[in-house]
């Protein structure tokens, strides 16, 4: 714990696998998964569950929907939810 009492997450993502995008996009899509992973993450009671769950080697996410007119950074915040509602479960 540090001095506000809060716990720290630490996530590594070693490979993320996207099929369909253009490979210029790939670095907004990151940003988009990174900034909505870390606003997820903060949400009251995450640092208990992963401390209760431990290690998780490997998390398949199910479909993600996203509109044909979406923006790189909005497929990342999508690919991110869909990671989040997994790791809720």
């Known amino acids: 714990m540090n001095k506000l009492g809060t716990r720290r997450i ?3 993502i070693d490979r993320l696998v996207l099929k369909g995008f253009r ?3 790939r670095h907004a899509i990151a940003q988009g ?3 909505q992973l870390t606003h997820l ?3 009251a009671g995450m ?3 992963f401390r209760n769950t431990g290690s998780v080697p490997r998390l398949h996410v199910g479909p993600v929907t996203i509109p ?3 923006k790189p950074k909005q497929i990342g915040k999508a690919t991110a939810d869909g ?3 997994e790791l809720k479960r």
């Open 23 to 25: 490979h210029e996009d």
């Open 33 to 35: 998964v990174q900034e």
């Open 47 to 49: 640092a208990q569950r």
């Open 68 to 70: 044909a007119e979406s």
């Open 83 to 85: 990671i989040g509602k």
């Open 10 to 12: 630490r996530l590594h």
């Open 41 to 43: 993450l903060a949400e």
